[in-house]
């Protein structure tokens, strides 16, 4: 069974920085798509970015030169580093895992398995 757990929110000021973690357990990590996405209330679940099996990364424009994915095979754990947080970042991230991204891979219907997720507050 594919479990996904995330960890490395929390609270932190405007113009601070946090990374997230997410550690996959049941599925050979390497050979998979990876994804972040975040949900703030009263909202759906967005996009954040992607990290394709062979490691090549792509963004949401409100992240991009922002926030880095990395991923480390051999942990079976990928990180999202974000840098010059904004209010509008706050939310509940999750990360994702998918074979292939048939609706595209800003869908989250594209995702097979979800992690719990975890709360990012940016305060002003």
């Known amino acids: 069974q594919v479990q996904l757990v995330e960890s490395g929110g929390g609270l932190v000021q405007a113009g601070g920085s946090l990374r997230l973690s997410c550690a996959a357990s049941?599925?050979?990590?390497?050979?998979?798509?990876m994804g972040w996405f975040r949900q703030a209330p009263g909202q759906e679940r967005k996009f954040v970015g992607i990290?394709?099996?062979?490691?090549?990364?792509y963004y949401a424009d409100s992240v991009k030169g922002r926030f880095t994915i990395s991923r480390d095979n051999a942990k079976n754990t990928m990180y999202l580093q974000m840098n010059i947080l904004k209010p509008e970042d706050t939310a509940v991230y999750y990360c994702?895992?998918?074979?292939?991204?048939?609706?595209?891979?800003?869908?989250?219907?594209?995702?097979?398995?979800w992690g719990q997720g975890t709360q990012v507050t940016v305060s002003s």
């Open positions: 990290s394709w099996s062979g490691g090549n990364t």
């Open positions: 994702a895992t998918a074979t292939s991204a048939p609706y595209g891979p800003e869908s989250p219907r594209s995702y097979d398995y």
């Open positions: 049941g599925r050979t990590f390497s050979g998979y798509i």
